[in-house]
């Protein structure tokens, strides 16, 4: 009788403490999930200029791309749904994946170098970051100011002269 007793107890003992890891990790989980939003706009660093289109934007949370998504024309605003703390946002205007090898969520950093593409011309290319601290079931609005970047050229080919 005495071994029963033990045999429940322990597997009350063990039902009681299942539940409780459960509680204990399902709360870890929600605290992971995504409980802020991010909104991106953008516009030109001057009143003269106009924004090149697709452009490409990467957010990083603690050196890792959390999301990457593309603006296709102006008016359109993007929404990121992430986890509270400070971000990083980048843009590349004008850099279409035609052209360009561009990154992807998987494999981007904040130091990805863009290239072009064999073949493909050099195009207008607008970049822009962004730092915002994101509070807890906040929503943050960023307007992203695109300029122009000269880019650096590693080599030039001239072809055809006489």
């Not at 039902?15 to 991010?38: F, H, M, P, R, Y």
């Not at 890792?64 to 102006?74: L, M, S």
């Not at 822009?128 to 030039?156: S, Y």
Request: charged share 20%.
């Amino acid at each position: 009788m005495k071994k029963v007793m033990f045999l429940l107890s322990l597997l009350a003992l063990i039902s009681c403490s299942k539940d409780v890891a459960d509680e204990i990790i399902g709360s870890e989980e929600s605290n992971n999930a995504a409980n802020s939003t991010l909104q991106i706009r953008t516009r030109t660093g001057s009143e003269d200029a106009t924004i090149s289109y697709p452009v490409q934007v990467y957010v990083f949370q603690e050196d890792e791309c959390r999301a990457v998504q593309t603006i296709g024309d102006e008016g359109q605003t993007l929404n990121f749904a992430l986890t509270e703390g400070t971000c990083s946002v980048y843009a590349i205007g004008g850099a279409s994946s035609i052209d360009y090898n561009l990154p992807t969520k998987d494999n981007a950093t904040t130091t990805t170098v863009i290239t072009l593409k064999d073949g493909k011309a050099l195009t207008d290319l607008m970049a822009a970051k962004a730092n915002v601290t994101l509070v807890d079931g906040g929503t943050n609005t960023v307007t992203l100011g695109l300029e122009r970047k000269l880019m650096l050229l590693q080599d030039i080919t001239i072809n055809k002269v006489p």
